[in-house]
Every structure is written in C-alpha cells, then in structure tokens.
C-alpha cells in the first residue's frame, strides 16, 4: 500500500456525545479510540492535511447538538488540533457526508492537490461510510480504515435488529464489494505512511 504524501486524513465525528451509550445503544470496537489517536499522530508527524469533520445535529435531542457538551470531540482530539505540520480543516455539518459541510470540503481537498484520503470515525455504517461512498464517486482514492471506527446496535425495518459488528461488517463488505472504498486496517495504513 502507498500513501501519498499529500493524502488527507479525514476524522469524522469523533465527538463526546457518542460516548453517551444509553442514547446509542451498545457499540462495538473498543479499540477504535487508540487506531483513531495512531493515525492523527502519525499524520501530524509527517506534516500531511487532516480534515476534523464536527456533526452539529440539528434533532432537538441528539448528544451532538450545538450547545451541548457532546458535540465537542473527544479530548484526545481536541488536545491534537492545530498540533500539526501539515495542512488542517475544520468541516461542521447536520448531514451524513462530509462533503456537504462548510467549508467545502472537495474544493479545500482539490486546493491540496490531495486525491487519496484515509477516512476514520464514528459511525461506521452513519456518516464514515456516507462521506467514503460520497468521497468515491467524486473520484477520491478512498482508504476505509475499518479498525479506526466504530458504531452501535441497530433496529431496522420489520424488527430486523444487526449487532454494532455486523452492521459493521456489512458496511465494510458494501464499500469494498461495490468499489466506493478500500477498507484497510490502521496498522497497515501507518506501516505504510511512516
């Protein structure tokens, strides 16, 4: 695998409020904090862009609204940014993908010269694999670093109900299976990027 020097690593919502589980329900993936933490150090180290995405929801109770305290991110991010050498945005958005946020994310991407991006996050199945999908057909060499998100129980139609791991899997197998994204792990991306 090769990481471009200016390949962008995109952190999408990783924010306080998820960690509110009685909202979300169980998750998955305990370790996905410390793959997400790997990937930033190793990104600010080597001076590449970093793009931290922030979902303002805009649903009256959501733990992601504005003005509550689970909409800020996690400390670990929060004490990282403006750390680094390389470029580095903020996008804020109410939607799935992170290319419909402010500022726009595709013109401050194509501005880098950047045509791969490496995507992290919470959710998996929510806003990483929306922002993957939309980020593939806009031609992005996408990298999915699969260990590097996480995401919670869900009850679908007709009382189908999917684990966090498989809504997970299944998620990882469209992406790849369909050709939106590569789906990585987090040790092979910072191999790679060291």
Known sequence: MEIAQNAALIVVDVQKGFE?????????????????LSLI???QATGRPIVFVRNDSDWPDSPLRPEYAGND???YVEQRRGKGAGPELLVTKSVNSSFLGTPDLDAWLKAQGTSQVVLVGIQTNGCVETT???GGNLGYDVLF???ATYTFDVEGPFGWRRTADE????????LQGIGFARVVTTKEVVDAAQ
């Open 73 to 75: 991110f996690k400390e």
């Open 132 to 134: 993957a999908r939309h």
């Open 41 to 43: 150090d190793v990104w």
């Open 167 to 174: 809504v997970a899997q299944a998620s990882a197998v469209s």
């Open 20 to 36: 509110e589980l009685d909202y979300f329900g169980p998750r998955n993936n305990p370790g996905a904090d410390d793959s997400i």
């Open 145 to 147: 670093a699969y260990d």
